[in-house]
């Protein structure tokens, strides 16, 4: 019964906070959007096959900071990530903007706010040990704990681990903490590697 009350309470969060943020934010969502259009060849959206909540695929979209043609493979599994970037692609990536659509993703309930980030499909080594460690059973973030520890630095069994510890501490006021050490995190533009 906790678990159910917390989640419709999570839910209801962010939903308000998605609806809010999506208003303050639609005139610099609109601003990148352009600027993305005129700097790079392609549409300014990149909808990605990640996985949610129970290993479900879902599209989640972000503001392309990427060429068009790039592999479909992590950031850091690129040889040279920085050949791949769009002229405004490593501003986007630094200032968090490109994930600015994710809104539409946490008001279809596909993400939330907080929780561990959605794995790329192709990143089986990552799912296997989320499952194993039942993170599976969390709705991906916007942010998460993981973040907040490390982001691009942690290597995937310890990101795994701070995953897990989220899952078993989850509460309203957990999600608050983190999503506060996320604005500071981004404001400074701490554990940003590309």
Same mark, same amino acid.
């Given at each position: 019964?906790?678990?159910?009350?917390?989640?419709? %309470?999570?839910?209801?969060?962010? +939903? !308000?906070?998605?609806? +809010?943020?999506? *208003?303050?934010?639609?005139?610099?969502?609109?601003?990148?959007?352009?600027?993305?259009?005129?700097?790079? #060849?392609?549409?300014?959206?990149?909808?990605?096959?990640?996985?949610?909540?129970?290993?479900? %695929?879902?599209?989640?979209?972000?503001?392309?900071?990427?060429? %068009?043609?790039?592999?479909? @493979? #992590?950031?850091?599994?690129?040889? /040279?990530?920085?050949?791949?970037?769009?002229?405004?692609?490593?501003?986007?990536?630094?200032?968090?903007?490109?994930? *600015?659509?994710?809104?539409?993703?946490?008001?279809?309930?596909?993400?939330?706010?907080?929780?561990?980030?959605?794995?790329?499909? /192709?990143?089986?080594? *990552?799912?296997?040990?989320?499952?194993? #460690?039942?993170?599976? $059973?969390?709705?991906?973030? *916007?942010?998460?704990?993981?973040?907040?520890?490390?982001?691009?630095? %942690?290597?995937?069994?310890?990101?795994?681990?701070?995953?897990?510890?989220? $899952?078993?501490?989850?509460? !309203?006021?957990?999600? +608050?903490?983190? +999503?506060? !050490?996320?604005?500071?995190? @981004?404001?400074?533009?701490? /554990?940003?590697?590309?």
């Amino acid at each position: 019964m906790k678990y159910f009350s917390s989640s419709i %309470i999570k839910r209801g969060f962010d +939903l !308000l906070v998605a609806i +809010l943020v999506g *208003l303050v934010c639609l005139f610099p969502m609109v601003v990148v959007y352009l600027a993305v259009r005129l700097t790079s #060849a392609g549409p300014a959206l990149y909808w990605s096959d990640r996985v949610g909540r129970n290993n479900v %695929i879902f599209k989640m979209p972000k503001f392309r900071s990427m060429r %068009i043609h790039t592999p479909a @493979v #992590a950031t850091h599994l690129l040889t /040279n990530p920085g050949q791949y970037l769009t002229p405004i692609g490593g501003f986007l990536r630094k200032s968090s903007l490109d994930e *600015l659509p994710q809104l539409l993703s946490i008001l279809k309930g596909d993400m939330s706010f907080v929780g561990p980030r959605p794995a790329l499909f /192709n990143q089986h080594d *990552l799912i296997a040990l989320r499952t194993e #460690a039942n993170v599976q $059973l969390l709705v991906p973030g *916007l942010t998460g704990w993981a973040q907040i520890n490390g982001r691009d630095e %942690i290597p995937i069994p310890q990101k795994v681990a701070l995953d897990r510890d989220y $899952l078993e501490r989850q509460s !309203l006021w957990l999600d +608050l903490k983190i +999503l506060i !050490l996320t604005a500071v995190k @981004v404001v400074k533009r701490d /554990n940003v590697t590309h």
